[in-house]
């Protein structure tokens, strides 16, 4: 589905008369002041002021819009239209029930279009940020075979799976690389405040230093002289990292494939990759999305560009007559259990319940390896920080305990 440009939106402030006489204001979306009066005659409302909304200095109070919201928002939908409520309706009414001013805005705007005549998955397109591909070819596939709250109901459960399991992921990996971070910046801080402190005590004992407190000195020493330059380095590395990752496809795919082979890590993102392939291709096809098709938009869900672009290399076999079930052996990416899934799914009719199921037991996997990989990683966590820390505190005190010791002896 071509994705049409963005118009910009804006609001207005309008008074007018309404159809019994009465005046009434309010405030509309709309790309121009003539599209909002228009708007309004539509809705039999003779709009006699429409302004521009100045925006405001500061915009404190709007807040991002999350995946989550748009989890829920697919839900609420579905629910509406489900129970027969008009589609603009059920957008004003999700409007206006929400607290957070980012998706007042979106579904004002997003009502407007349509009141403008724009079908759904068009109104969606022209906010890429909130609804990808993915969503607005499910969303389009829905209008076309009139089952519109039934796809969202099954967007609004494809969501939730697919950002728990993000969750999880980050999890594995958030949670060891913040701690990590914590142990080097209590120690940096140990070395650069603290350890002079001791330093300076020292050099009054007029003794030599045990090997280790005179490493940790010198390493203090070096901390202090070059902090700037350290601090400098990290946030380059850093920002270079970010930037490189973002531009340059071939520096991601280095990293993806490096992720992949990292032992612990390496099959858990394996698991998430395959459970993100499966959940979405099954919920396209189920949706009734054409096979090549889906596999456009399920390219840029699996969250791996190995095995994203091993997608679209499936995707230029299927195309050619070649079966879904061929296409994933030749990659070498999937597991023989997918791909005996996917083939008898092929021969029965029903791709989509096989990889369902596929999708379920590779989500229950990684949740699993999550749990376990919480459970390893404790323990081994507990040894570096009291490594670190508990190395620094015996390095300072060893040299008190010996002066005691002689001071003793005499």
């Not at 207005?12 to 204001?25: H, Y």
Request: charged fraction near 20%; include cysteine.
């Amino acid at each position: 589905m071509a994705t049409k440009a963005a118009v910009k939106q804006n609001t207005f402030s309008w008074e007018g008369i309404d159809k019994r006489g009465q005046i009434v204001k309010g405030e509309i979306n709309g790309a121009s002041v003539s599209l909002a009066k228009a708007m309004l005659r539509r809705q039999g409302v003779n709009p006699t002021k429409v302004r521009k909304k100045a925006k405001p200095l500061f915009s404190a109070g709007k807040k991002k819009i999350t995946a989550k919201d748009i989890s829920i928002f697919s839900r609420q939908l579905s629910t509406m239209m489900n129970s027969g409520v008009p589609l603009v309706q059920a957008l004003e009414i999700i409007g206006r029930g929400n607290s957070n001013p980012s998706i007042q805005d979106l579904m004002g705007s997003i009502r407007s279009d349509i009141e403008s005549g724009s079908n759904l998955s068009d109104a969606l397109s022209k906010h890429p940020m909130q609804f990808d591909d993915l969503f607005c070819n499910l969303v389009s596939a829905g209008e076309h075979a009139g089952i519109l709250d039934s796809i969202l109901d099954k967007i609004a459960t494809y969501k939730e799976k697919t950002e728990a399991i993000k969750g999880k992921v980050k999890k594995a990996m958030v949670y060891p690389s913040a701690v990590i971070v914590v142990a080097f910046a209590i120690t940096a801080l140990l070395l650069y405040a603290v350890v002079p402190e001791f330093a300076k005590l020292f050099s009054s004992f007029g003794a030599e230093l045990p090997a280790i407190t005179q490493f940790v000195i010198d390493l203090s020493n070096f901390v202090q002289k070059w902090i700037l330059a350290i601090l400098a380095v990290i946030v380059g590395a850093v920002y270079g990292f970010i930037q490189a990752k973002q531009r340059s496809k071939k520096f991601k795919q280095f990293l993806d494939r490096t992720l992949l082979k990292v032992p612990i890590m390496g099959p858990i993102l394996v698991k998430a990759a395959i459970a993100r392939y499966a959940r979405t291709l099954a919920t396209m096809f189920a949706a009734g999305v054409p096979l090549v098709e889906a596999m456009q938009s399920v390219s840029g869900a699996v969250g791996n560009v190995v095995y994203g672009d091993a997608v679209l290399k499936m995707r230029d076999e299927v195309a050619t007559g070649t079966q879904l079930n061929v296409a994933m052996r030749q990659t070498r990416l999937f597991p023989n259990m997918v791909i005996q899934m996917t083939a008898i799914g092929e021969e029965a009719g029903s791709i989509d319940t096989m990889l369902g199921k596929v999708a379920d037991f590779y989500e229950e996997e990684v949740d699993n390896a999550v749990e376990s990989l919480s459970s390893l990683l404790e323990p081994i966590i507990m040894v570096v920080l009291g490594s670190l820390i508990g190395g620094l505190v015996v390095a300072m005190y060893l040299p008190i305990f010996q002066v005691g010791k002689v001071m003793g002896g005499h």
